[in-house]
């Protein structure tokens, strides 16, 4: 059973940086497509970035798009999210999620494709 854990999460001051790792399990990494989402208090659960099976295709959602960085580590199994000069509307718990695909290209952005998701790590930006 594929088993996601995110950690690094916590409590930041706007314009600063947080780094957030997940650690996959339990299945080939290298056949899934990873990606972050994020949902926010009384909000819906909203895409934040993507990465397909090899790294070499990557997506953002506009709100992040200039500020975060997804990357990926096939031979250690995991799937980080660097997050630069956050706002205190980036304040939410951000899910690590995990999509099996053939398809190597594929960067999965919807919340209904994904097969698993972590237990979600959380993010505070004070203003």
């Known amino acids: 059973q594929v088993q996601l854990l995110e950690s690094g999460g916590g409590l930041v001051q706007a314009g600063g940086s947080l780094r957030l790792s997940c650690a996959f399990s339990?299945?080939?990494?290298?056949?899934?497509?990873m990606g972050w989402f994020r949902q926010a208090p009384g909000k819906e659960r909203e895409f934040v970035a993507g990465?397909?099976?090899?790294?070499?295709?990557?997506y953002y959602g506009d709100s992040v798009k200039g500020r975060f960085i997804i990357s990926r580590d096939n031979a250690k199994a995991t799937v980080n999210l660097q997050m630069n000069s956050l706002k205190p509307e980036d304040t939410a718990v951000y899910y690590c999620?995990?999509?099996?695909?053939?398809?190597?290209?594929?960067?999965?952005?919807?919340?209904?494709?994904?097969?698993?998701w972590g237990k979600g790590t959380a993010v505070t930006v004070s203003s």
């Open positions: 999620a995990a999509d099996l695909t053939n398809t190597i290209v594929k960067v999965t952005t919807r919340s209904y494709d994904i097969d698993y």
């Open positions: 339990g299945g080939t990494f290298s056949s899934y497509a």
């Open positions: 990465i397909s099976r090899s790294g070499g295709n990557l």
